[in-house]
């Protein structure tokens, strides 16, 4: 029989921690359910310790997460193993991930901690976490550029401690595929208790390697853990994707001989889902989960899919959940429907209230775009739960005038902490019209790094779903807005933007 491979999904704890990731409470428990349904076996929600809001997620997944395991991340000490454990309460299952930085470099200039002292505290926080849960991960940070015989003697220490799992962690992608799985193997063979824990690998793509990385460390090192998120999400250049990681596997059986627990159909969903509540667009050459995965624009390749599906896709398109988009819904549709609509697409509103606005905001579309897509609900509903959480700003209306030869013009009603305020600008196209209209009576000051515009469906009838990254005082967030007229949708996802600013909750991120 193969071996299974566990996946372990960060996409709310270390994918959050791309600049301007960030989720709300029931973005994340919206996350959570689908990765839920997609079967994964590890959810890692959040890290406890990090800031209240984090704390709240983590329990309200753990409190309707059945199926997976609910993961809290902790630093090596007391204090943050003991609110993970307060987080995880709730759960069916649950684990506690705690780690320590391992390397030189990282043990002098961050920790400012002796190797004796790094062991130590990495000893002692396990057999802490031992307390509260039998199912314990400990993560040397930075393990591909620490020393492997003061690796060795840590890791020993941990699963003589009660370490259950043991993450071999390429915090900066440094890691080469054939370097980093002989480094692991030659852990797991150096270690007297190695057998005694399942070891996992967490690659960061840095150098493009990620994917490579881990399954080197699965068929070299022998890991039978991969570590991933939804997309590649993650800091910097990202982390190992899901996508990717549970593909290859299948795809290549013959090679890897493992078996995943995961429901692809499941993957091109969850991918939708994260994209369009993070703001972060899949590229269309992405794959697996991008646009174009699947097409072929060439005739040969068209000519060869005609005749045998095979000779150009080694794998079925509906197997990772691509279908064509299904017109469910339209402006005669009545509230049941609507709402019968939110089960299957899995969204679980929390009250009739919130069902009912939502389904306004659904009608509102409905009269104005004469096809609604799956894609187009989701989108109501994500803005409708930003609606709900008491914005200080709010979109209201938008006029704008753009003229060839003469400077665009706009005119934006917002509220401000519940009072409308009207405010004028002009700019050089008429988006820049807009955000100097707001930013005239805001004047947040600060910088935009990116706007991005994207079709939400296809067609000229297509909503826009627009991303504004904005940067203040070493704060980067994204604010996104959907809207069949992309000013308008662009006048929102700025709005979206101001109010993460304008909120004090400050996060802290430790990076794996």
Known sequence: MADKLIIFDTTLRDGEQSPGASMTKDEKVRIARQLERLKVDVIEAGFAAASPGDFESIRAIASVIKDSTVCSLSRANDRDIARAAEALAPASRKRIHTFIATSPLHMEKKLRMSPDQVYEQARLAVRYARQFTDDIEFSPEDGSRSDIDFLCRVLEAVIDEGATTINFADTVGYGVPELYGTMLRTLRERIPNSDKAIWSVHCHNDLGMAVANSLAGVMIGGARQVECTINGLGERAGNTALEEIVMAVKTRKDYFNLDVGIDTSQIVPASKLVSQITGFAVQPNKAVVGANAFAHASGIHQDGVLKARDTYEIMRAEDVGWTANKIVLGKLSGRNAFKQRLEELGIELESEAEVNAAFARFKELADRKAEIF???????????????????????????????????????????????????????????????????????????????????????QSQGEVTMRLSKSGRIVNGVGADPDIIVAAAKAYLSALNKLHSKVERLNPQL
């Open 374 to 460: 799956d894609e187009d609900i989701i989108a109501v509903v994500t803005e409708e739960e930003h609606a709900h959480g008491n914005e200080f700003f709010r979109f209201v209306s938008l006029k704008q005038q753009s003229e060839t030869g003469e400077k665009p013009q706009a005119t934006v009603v917002f509220s401000m902490d519940g009072k409308e305020v009207a405010a004028e600008g002009e700019g050089n196209g008429p988006v820049d019209a807009t955000v100097a209209a707001i930013e005239a009576r805001v004047g947040s000051g600060a910088e935009l790094l990116l706007f991005s515009v994207n079709a939400i469906t296809t067609g000229t």
